[in-house]
């Protein structure tokens, strides 16, 4: 996951100067950002290695919030993957997919 986090701080920079904003102002954003991404991965990451169909729910919520996340800090491409992974078919094909997008490091 260090990849996307990583891929997002790089976005968020270029993201929020496009609004104008400057350096200084969108450090300690960025800051923020990442460091609740980083917390969001780290609980999606127990949940996947303890991964059960009662926790569908609490994944869910965590997915969510990724998104939300991803999609303020300017990593749109990776947020429209993950609102993806929310409509799974069978909890098998989440579990799969989930593996692919977040923790198979390219």
Not at 40 to 55: G, H, M, Q, V, Y
Request: aromatic letters at 8%; proline letters at 2%; glycine letters at 4%.
């Amino acid at each position: 996951m260090q990849k996307i986090i990583d891929e997002t701080e790089e976005r968020a920079f270029a993201f929020l100067k496009e609004f104008g904003f400057s350096n200084d102002e969108i450090a300690p954003v960025v800051a923020k950002g990442i460091f609740d991404l980083e917390n969001t991965c780290d609980k999606l990451k127990i949940l996947f290695n303890d991964f059960s169909e009662e926790k569908l729910d609490e994944l869910d919520d965590l997915l969510h919030g990724l998104k939300g996340l991803l999609v303020q800090l300017g990593n749109t491409p990776l947020a429209e993957a993950i609102e993806k992974l929310r409509d799974y078919e069978n909890i098998e094909s989440l579990h799969d997919r989930m593996n692919e997008i977040l923790f198979l490091e390219a």
